[in-house]
């Protein structure tokens, strides 16, 4: 196969490949718009019947994400994100993994549904989480 065939085939290689994936496919969302505008602070977990699930100090909003794990080190995947909600897969090596949806109601509450497994056993979360004062 002489130089210039080579370099044809490669060319019309190269362009297919650049054809097959449409711009931005396969680019994961980036951080919701949402969490930039949720209040740091003190923050309060409740589940069915007003139940108190879990109290945080807020600093980083996406802990939301996790409420089954906690402040617990998980890496996190933004699936969906708009102004309203999001929706994001987390893995904690060795505890468990979940996937939440949290929707925005102000920037002091916001809606939480969360399901997966903590421990080896399934888990189903649903909870109002609400800021209600500073950390301290």
Do not use: K
């Not at 449409?22 to 007003?50: D, F, V, Y």
């Not at 807020?58 to 929706?87: F, K, W, Y």
């Not at 109601?105 to 549904?113: A, C, F, H």
């Amino acid at each position: 196969m002489t130089r210039f065939a080579l370099a044809s085939y490669s060319a019309l290689f190269g362009s297919m490949l650049f054809l097959a994936v449409p711009g931005g496919a396969a680019q994961a969302p980036g951080p919701s718009p949402m969490l930039t505008r949720l209040e740091a602070g003190r923050w309060e977990l409740r589940g069915q019947n007003n139940g108190l699930l879990r109290a945080i100090c807020l600093g980083n909003p996406i802990l939301l994400a996790q409420p089954q794990h906690g402040t617990t080190a998980c890496t996190r995947d933004v699936v969906d994100a708009d102004e309203g909600s999001m929706t994001v897969n987390y893995v904690c090596p060795g505890i468990g993994r979940g996937r939440t949806t949290i929707r925005f109601e102000t920037p002091r509450l916001v809606q939480i549904d969360s399901q997966g497994l903590d421990r080896g056993m399934p888990f189903a979360l649903r909870a109002e989480a609400r800021r209600v004062g500073a950390c301290g």
